[in-house]
């Protein structure tokens, strides 16, 4: 096969996804001088970064003057149970502020204080208020300015462009990769000198899931196959908040900012449960009774946090205890009031989609009635382990940031440090790519077998007239991953997963694609299905190895977090690299911190 | 449960028809929702763009009964009973089925001269609330590019896209003219060039607007004010005429003063 078999494209640095981080990446990029396209399977502007509500976490100082780098360092830490990547929550605690102010010169418009400043919100595990933001609409705050800044600078995009698998060189290095045009099926291939994943999570694989169609975990399952690791891959989050009814939007975000701005939560007794959940290592700093709690709302000196504030994985358990236990809603959640809290006025100027949300698609007026809520699958922790400067990963010429990196957040993240993270390591990924590239790095061929492997493993579901309808294949698999490795695992249902996967792997190679390849949503899905279950398994395998309970993984036959377990990541290989092939686990050390940083995290306790 | 047909438009660049399907309708479905169910069951090829169904990212755009509608954020318990009809956006060229080709905006935002702040004081600008609002009533924009469809200066007249950017632009311009730190001035563009003139005001666009934005009134009318402004204050037209100024062209020409 020769170059000229298909549409092709050179470049320095190619982009994977179109969102915050891939954006980021392509700016920095572009900036240096360099050659640079950027590859999305939507259209520009519609990446999941613009479902993202609450904010962006910085440490400015602009609302409480004691908060800093050192402060917001720590609270990741905790966050994330100590699973972190201590040197990425170091350089993303000390550069958010920058990465903030940064897109103000390219157009955002943020809430001010009333000095003029950027307003900074309230959110869970954040000591003080420090989420920049816009109303509830700050990803696509994020999200439209970074579009609006690649595309005056001349950036090349390919929008609707499915990338289906990366492409190696003679070196092992990666070389770029082949990918399809929705609009017509024809394929394309791109080389590049470094190609940078900014493919976002893996959430479509959960039944109720506040991702869109997109979070099939192409990236994490693309870097497996390249030959990179993934790290903590059990540690999922269940965002407290989803919408529970109607069933047609059961999953979908309701943003952590309606508890930041005063909103609590309730059981059908009309209990603020939450205070029944404080664990030890949260309770020094947060208060014991509603009195304290509603006081904290206006001076944070004047008492401690309310527990609705505790990181997101708390109040995903609470919530789920208490359905458990049987006080839940009607439909299964629980109440979350802000409407008997704060005036209508309020609600409407400061979260104006979510009024917009529950009156248009569930008839319910926040400003009077309380939402029904409950966990619903949002992010992943885990994701392709990298090298907190420069974003690169075990694979030469390939780097990654944005939510298909792992590291960060360790065990459980917290609202609002995405966008940051978006922001802080999208850049850094551009200038890892771009050094890569200005040392010589990449160029030495292209591995066009693989390119011819990949385009008959796309085409084999055309060939099968009789075989399974990749919808039904999704929809079993959603089900199968939210019983067996849903918020809450035990080791015999992890185990029937990671069987069941196995038979998922039979399935998708039978299926039959109806229909031609000019944008073909049921073929585009057979394209995904791969991707999803590369994925899936070292969820599964993960959630099988990690003995404990930490963040965003919890088991209920070890209840506990087992300090044996916070002194390494779980990471997994492909064995193979090709989809079907085995996955591998093991133990990665975490890095040693310094002492200096230590210190942080001991004054805190 | 209930049934429901849905009439699909369904075709390609070269032309197409309507196809019936008959399919079950739940409790508190939005169109998306039974799109999806067709995909799933008997038209797993059926075409149509989404992404996060949650009227945010403003992908699922089309004609609902005639109307344009974010498919996901119409309900099908407030549609009138009887069949739902689904077409694609009329002012774009098909792809398939449903899908549009929306690049003539892509191109549109190509053309349109970036933010141009003075340097960041050092912790960052200081810009008041009320002077951020009147752009980011704009910034609420989800690209749904349904104020476009439905404009009539293009949605009848192909050949008006060549010298016409449309509301959504019209917006854009309206927010980096109003932005507190902006340097660029932009008014010449959009009346030689984007063809504010064409716009007639009719509201057409902020009707159809899901994020409910004023474009008329709070954009389009104090944009048109502000370039006619440019234009036919004698001081600023003779400036013009001294630098640089030597002709005007036909979409000046049709510029009006708002009523």
Same mark, same amino acid.
């Given at each position: 096969?020769?170059?000229?078999?298909?549409?092709?494209?050179?470049?320095?640095?190619?982009?994977?996804?179109?969102?915050?981080?891939?954006?980021?990446?392509?700016?920095?990029?572009?900036?240096?001088?360099?050659?640079?396209?950027?590859?999305?399977?939507?259209?520009?502007?519609?990446?999941?970064?613009?479902?993202?509500?609450?904010?962006?976490?910085?440490?400015?100082?602009?609302?409480?003057?004691?908060?800093?780098?050192?402060?917001?360092?720590?609270?990741?830490?905790?966050?994330?149970?100590?699973?972190?990547?201590?040197?990425?929550?170091?350089?993303?605690?000390?550069?958010?502020?920058?990465?903030?102010?940064?897109?103000?010169?390219?157009?955002?418009?943020?809430?001010?204080?009333?000095?003029?400043?950027?307003?900074?919100?309230?959110?869970?595990?954040?000591?003080?208020?420090?989420?920049?933001?816009?109303?509830?609409?700050?990803?696509?705050?994020?999200?439209?300015?970074?579009?609006?800044?690649?595309?005056?600078?001349?950036?090349? @995009?390919?929008?609707?462009?499915?990338?289906?698998?990366?492409?190696?060189?003679?070196?092992?290095?990666?070389?770029?990769?082949?990918?399809?045009?929705?609009?017509?099926?024809?394929?394309?291939?791109?080389?590049?000198?470094? @190609?940078?994943?900014?493919?976002?999570?893996?959430?479509?694989?959960?039944?109720?899931?506040?991702?869109?169609?997109?979070?099939?975990?192409?990236?994490?399952?693309?870097?497996?196959?390249?030959?990179?690791?993934?790290?903590?891959?059990?540690?999922?989050?269940?965002?407290?908040?989803?919408?529970?009814?109607?069933?047609?939007?059961?999953?979908?975000?309701?943003?952590?900012?309606?508890?930041?701005?005063?909103?609590?939560?309730?059981?059908?007794?009309?209990?603020?449960?939450?205070?029944?959940?404080?664990?030890?290592?949260?309770?020094?700093?947060?208060?014991?009774?509603?009195?304290?709690?509603?006081?904290?709302?206006?001076?944070?000196?004047?008492?401690?946090?309310?527990?609705?504030?505790?990181?997101?994985?708390?109040?995903?358990?609470?919530?789920?205890?208490?359905?458990?236990?049987?006080?839940?809603?009607?439909?299964?959640?629980?109440?979350?009031?802000?409407?008997?809290?704060?005036?209508?006025?309020?609600?409407?100027?400061?979260?104006?989609?979510?009024?917009?949300?529950?009156?248009?698609?569930?008839?319910?007026?926040?400003?009077?009635?309380?939402?029904?809520?409950?966990?619903?699958?949002?992010?992943?922790?885990?994701?392709?382990?990298?090298?907190?400067?420069?974003?690169?990963?075990?694979?030469?010429?390939?780097?990654?940031?944005?939510?298909?990196?792992?590291?960060?957040?360790?065990?459980?993240?917290?609202?609002?440090?995405?966008?940051?993270?978006?922001?802080?390591?999208?850049?850094?990924?551009?200038?890892?790519?771009?050094?890569?590239?200005?040392?010589?790095?990449?160029?030495?061929?292209?591995?066009?077998?693989?390119?011819?492997?990949?385009?008959?493993?796309?085409?084999?579901?055309?060939?099968?007239?009789?075989?399974?309808?990749?919808?039904?294949?999704?929809?079993?698999?959603?089900?199968?991953?939210?019983?067996?490795?849903?918020?809450?695992?035990?080791?015999?249902?992890?185990?029937?997963?990671?069987?069941?996967?196995?038979?998922?792997?039979?399935?998708?190679?039978?299926?039959?694609?109806?229909?031609?390849?000019?944008?073909?949503?049921?073929?585009?899905?057979?394209?995904?299905?791969?991707?999803?279950?590369?994925?899936?398994?070292?969820?599964?395998?993960?959630?099988?190895?990690?003995?404990?309970?930490?963040?965003?993984?919890?088991?209920?036959?070890?209840?506990?977090?087992?300090?044996?377990?916070?002194?390494?990541?779980?990471?997994?290989?492909?064995?193979?690299?090709?989809?079907?092939?085995?996955?591998?686990?093991?133990?990665?050390?975490?890095?040693?911190?310094?002492?200096?940083?230590?210190?942080?995290?001991?004054?805190?306790? | 449960?209930?049934?429901?047909?849905?009439?699909?438009?369904?075709?390609?660049?070269?032309?197409?028809?309507?196809?019936?399907?008959?399919?079950?309708?739940?409790?508190?479905?939005?169109?998306?929702?039974?799109?999806?169910? *067709?995909?799933?069951?008997?038209?797993?090829?059926?075409?149509?763009?989404?992404?996060?169904?949650?009227?945010?990212?403003?992908?699922?755009?089309?004609?609902?009964?005639?109307?344009?509608?974010?498919?996901?954020?119409?309900?099908?318990?407030?549609?009138?009973?009887?069949?739902?009809?689904?077409?694609?956006?009329?002012?774009?060229?098909?792809?398939?089925?449903?899908?549009?080709?929306?690049?003539?905006?892509?191109?549109?935002?190509?053309?349109?001269?970036?933010?141009?702040?003075?340097?960041?004081?050092?912790?960052?600008?200081?810009?008041?609330?009320?002077?951020?609002?009147?752009?980011?009533?704009?910034?609420?924009? *989800?690209?749904?590019?349904?104020?476009?469809?439905?404009?009539?200066? /293009?949605?009848?007249?192909?050949?008006?896209?060549?010298?016409?950017?449309?509301?959504?632009?019209? /917006?854009?311009?309206?927010?980096?003219?109003?932005?507190?730190?902006?340097?660029?001035?932009?008014?010449?563009?959009?009346?030689?060039?984007?063809?504010?003139?064409?716009?007639?005001?009719?509201?057409?666009?902020?009707?159809?607007?899901?994020?409910?934005?004023?474009?008329?009134?709070?954009?389009? /009318?104090?944009?048109?004010?502000?370039?006619?402004?440019?234009?036919?204050?004698?001081?600023?037209?003779?400036?013009?005429?001294?630098?640089?100024?030597?002709?005007?062209?036909?979409?000046?020409?049709?510029?009006?003063?708002?009523?």
């Amino acid at each position: 096969m020769s170059e000229a078999t298909y549409e092709h494209h050179d470049y320095d640095v190619i982009i994977i996804g179109a969102g915050g981080a891939g954006l980021r990446a392509a700016i920095e990029a572009k900036q240096r001088g360099l050659r640079v396209a950027v590859i999305t399977k939507s259209l520009l502007g519609k990446a999941h970064t613009v479902m993202a509500e609450g904010g962006m976490a910085a440490a400015m100082g602009n609302v409480y003057a004691e908060d800093n780098w050192m402060v917001h360092f720590r609270d990741t830490m905790r966050g994330g149970k100590y699973l972190n990547n201590y040197r990425m929550a170091e350089l993303h605690a000390k550069e958010s502020p920058e990465r903030v102010w940064e897109l103000e010169q390219w157009g955002a418009l943020f809430d001010r204080t009333k000095d003029g400043r950027i307003l900074q919100r309230d959110f869970g595990g954040h000591r003080y208020a420090r989420l920049a933001h816009v109303g509830d609409r700050t990803g696509l705050e994020l999200i439209r300015t970074l579009q609006q800044k690649v595309v005056s600078m001349g950036t090349d @995009v390919f929008m609707e462009c499915k990338v289906l698998q990366l492409v190696h060189d003679d070196d092992g290095n990666v070389a770029g990769c082949v990918a399809y045009w929705r609009a017509t099926g024809e394929f394309v291939t791109f080389k590049a000198k470094a @190609v940078i994943l900014a493919t976002g999570g893996v959430g479509k694989s959960w039944k109720f899931t506040s991702n869109s169609w997109e979070g099939t975990g192409d990236g994490h399952a693309m870097a497996l196959w390249a030959g990179a690791k993934l790290i903590d891959m059990e540690c999922i989050q269940f965002h407290p908040t989803g919408m529970v009814w109607p069933l047609s939007v059961r999953g979908l975000l309701v943003t952590e900012s309606v508890r930041g701005d005063g909103g609590v939560l309730r059981n059908s007794e009309g209990k603020r449960f939450m205070f029944d959940y404080v664990v030890d290592m949260f309770r020094a700093e947060t208060a014991d009774s509603e009195d304290e709690a509603d006081k904290w709302y206006d001076d944070h000196s004047a008492g401690r946090r309310p527990p609705e504030l505790l990181p997101r994985d708390e109040v995903a358990r609470a919530i789920n205890a208490e359905v458990k236990a049987g006080r839940g809603s009607p439909h299964g959640g629980v109440f979350l009031d802000i409407g008997s809290r704060r005036s209508a006025e309020f609600i409407r100027r400061r979260l104006p989609s979510m009024y917009h949300q529950f009156m248009e698609l569930a008839g319910v007026d926040i400003t009077r009635e309380s939402m029904e809520i409950g966990p619903t699958c949002h992010y992943i922790m885990g994701g392709v382990q990298v090298d907190a400067e420069t974003a690169a990963t075990a694979v030469g010429g390939l780097f990654a940031a944005g939510e298909v990196a792992g590291g960060l957040h360790g065990a459980n993240r917290l609202g609002g440090n995405s966008l940051s993270d978006l922001v802080v390591f999208g850049r850094r990924a551009g200038i890892g790519a771009a050094e890569w590239v200005e040392s010589g790095g990449g160029g030495a061929g292209f591995n066009y077998g693989e390119v011819e492997a990949a385009v008959n493993e796309a085409l084999a579901p055309f060939e099968r007239a009789e075989g399974e309808n990749p919808y039904d294949i999704q929809r079993d698999l959603q089900e199968m991953m939210q019983a067996n490795v849903g918020i809450i695992r035990t080791q015999s249902e992890v185990d029937e997963a990671i069987q069941k996967l196995e038979e998922f792997t039979e399935r998708v190679k039978k299926i039959s694609v109806k229909g031609g390849r000019a944008y073909n949503p049921g073929w585009n899905l057979a394209t995904d299905l791969p991707a999803m279950l590369s994925v899936s398994k070292c969820v599964a395998h993960g959630a099988s190895e990690r003995k404990e309970s930490r963040g965003g993984h919890t088991r209920e036959d070890f209840p506990k977090a087992d300090p044996e377990f916070a002194t390494f990541n779980i990471a997994h290989a492909s064995h193979g690299g090709r989809w079907d092939s085995p996955v591998t686990t093991d133990h990665a050390p975490l890095l040693v911190m310094p002492d200096e940083l230590k210190a942080l995290l001991e004054e805190a306790k | 449960m209930a049934e429901v047909t849905m009439r699909v438009w369904r075709g390609d660049a070269n032309g197409g028809d309507f196809e019936n399907y008959t399919v079950e309708q739940n409790e508190g479905e939005v169109v998306l929702d039974v799109i999806h169910r *067709i995909q799933a069951t008997e038209a797993p090829d059926l075409a149509c763009r989404w992404n996060c169904k949650a009227g945010k990212c403003g992908s699922c755009s089309a004609e609902i009964n005639g109307k344009p509608r974010l498919m996901c954020m119409t309900r099908m318990d407030q549609l009138p009973e009887g069949p739902v009809t689904v077409t694609p956006m009329k002012t774009f060229p098909i792809i398939r089925d449903l899908v549009t080709d929306v690049s003539f905006n892509y191109v549109q935002a190509q053309k349109v001269p970036a933010l141009l702040p003075p340097p960041m004081p050092e912790g960052g600008y200081r810009m008041f609330q009320e002077d951020v609002e009147r752009g980011q009533e704009f910034r609420k924009c *989800i690209e749904c590019f349904m104020c476009q469809d439905v404009c009539h200066v /293009i949605r009848d007249h192909e050949e008006n896209k060549v010298h016409y950017a449309g509301p959504r632009f019209f /917006i854009r311009y309206a927010e980096l003219e109003m932005h507190p730190l902006d340097t660029n001035d932009r008014r010449d563009l959009i009346r030689e060039e984007m063809g504010l003139g064409y716009c007639n005001i009719t509201k057409c666009c902020t009707e159809v607007c899901p994020e409910h934005i004023k474009i008329t009134d709070n954009a389009i /009318i104090p944009l048109k004010e502000r370039v006619v402004d440019a234009h036919y204050d004698p001081v600023a037209w003779l400036g013009r005429k001294i630098r640089r100024k030597t002709k005007r062209s036909a979409d000046e020409a049709a510029v009006q003063p708002a009523p």
